[in-house]
């Protein structure tokens, strides 16, 4: 709203506590307001006069009075009079809630209510109505935050007083980078492109940089890259207005490639003209663009053209012959047949001189380790004289 100085708007957030003045405060502050956090209500035309007197450095400005200014909070009414009677216009902003949310906010915080510290949370509550009511009374808006996470109230804030510097759509990042000079450590998202195909390996492309018009060129080439050049904005069309309804005044897409040259660089300015077509406000950063590029272990060949579906089928079937060839004998052999098992003979006369038929054991003699010993016999056990 104007005041003394056209342009000049003046927010006075005051309501219970618990209900939401902090998350309120960072929410205008991110649409562009300067926010002063528990500024004593008589302090409050004297800073009034200071953002008058800022050349319009400062023209939005949110100041958060409530119960917490003990005594000083008693002359918010005198301090608002005297802020009209200068000129000045403003508005105030009331936040409350439900008795039973407020209660289950201070057991979640486990903080103590400014006017009971030593007594009934509902019974400070119950006080802090009673003398903010006069308040209530003179509030441009109300909100109820019964109902409203931090993510709805910043939505509902934005809709007010969103408008003006600072209050327009989410910004948007774009960030090119070379890993083997480290991941940029403010990235929300990280995309690495070292997948596509390699400028550096052409020798008239090495010394340029994705800016560069033919280096854009040579990737525009492969089908590869169009491919994830579709994929990768549609990711992006959809990612980002989930994260501007989540509230995040800015969010930064880091696209990195190996040295952060070609690859990253084209497709970061790809990224930043297809958001701006969307209407996201843009800024873009090659951060290793014009470092030194390490050539060391790098072969000077060209990048093949993507093989046909024909070769592919080609490769596996030679990759399957040299599995074939690498097996050992016994991978290849057949597994062997179990030994048939043997058929006992009937065993000759003892003390006959009689021949045994081939393949049967010949009958113990007496005396022998076996005779002596019937059980082993029984038992189907060998005897050390049956050899």
Known sequence: MAGKVEGLQLVVVTGLSGAG???????????????????????????????????????????????????????????LQELEARGYRYQILFLEASDEALLNRYRVTRRRHPLMPSGRVLDGIAEERRRLEHLRGRAHRIIDTTDLGPRQLRQRLLEIYGEGPGSGAMTVNVVSFGFRHGLPRDADLVMDVRFLPNPHYVPSLRDLTGNDASVRAYLMEWPLVHRFLELFGGMCDFLLPQYAAEGKPQVTLAIGCTGGRHRSVAVGNWLAEHLRSQGFPVHVEHRDCDLPEAVEGDQATAPAPPPSTGSRAAGRAKSSRAAESTATPADRQPPQAAPAKRRREPRGPAGTGQDTPAGSRPAPRHGSAAGSNPAAHRAGEASPACG
Request: glycine share 6%; hydrophobic share 45%; with cysteine.
């Open 21 to 79: 003045k902090s998350q309120a405060s960072h929410a205008l502050e991110d649409l562009g307001f300067y926010c002063v956090d528990n500024l004593p209500p008589a302090l409050i035309p004297t800073f009034a006069e200071l953002c008058a007197g800022s050349a319009g450095r400062v023209n939005r400005t949110a100041l958060v009075v409530d119960i917490r200014g003990r005594e000083f909070f008693d002359d918010a009414a005198a301090a």
